[in-house]
Nanobody, 124 residues
Framework: QVQLVESGGGLVQAGGSLRLSCAASGRTFSSSAMGWFRQAPGEEREFVAA????????VYADSVKGRFTISRDNAKNTVYLQMNSLKPEDTAVYYC?????????????????WGQGTQVTVSS
């Protein structure tokens, strides 16, 4: 069992930065791949970034590539999403997710645990 709690969301102007954190509880965090997803009002949940259990493999959605960076600290049971050059279209609720497999995935159905989400709002 893994419980996830996101933090770090807020209101920022376009071009600004935010760093999201996702604190995980449970013994299996260090062997779990982690992902970040987001959902804007009226839209489906979409993939943002994922990282393997070791942190050596990452994958990003094209829309955030070069602006966002996913990382993890297994000693702290935490995964991060550094978001730079934010745009109004990045506005959404951001969720972190964990899967039992050690390989990251862009498919939300492959994740076993989800956090409650944190709101990110980017003003123009």
């Amino acid at each position: 069992q893994v419980q996830l709690v996101e933090s770090g969301g807020g209101l920022v102007q376009a071009g600004g930065s935010l760093r999201l954190s996702c604190a995980a509880s449970g013994r299996t965090f260090s062997s779990s791949a982690m992902g970040w997803f987001r959902q804007a009002p009226g839209e489906e949940r979409e993939f943002v970034a994922a990282i393997s259990w070791s942190g050596l493999s990452t994958v990003y959605a094209d829309s955030v590539k070069g602006r966002f960076t996913i990382s993890r600290d297994n000693a702290k049971n935490t995964v991060y999403l550094q978001m730079n050059s934010l745009k109004p279209e990045d506005t959404a609720v951001y969720y972190c997710a964990a899967r039992a497999s050690g390989a990251g995935s862009s498919n939300p159905q492959r994740y076993d645990y989800w956090g409650q989400g944190t709101q990110v709002t980017v003003s123009s």
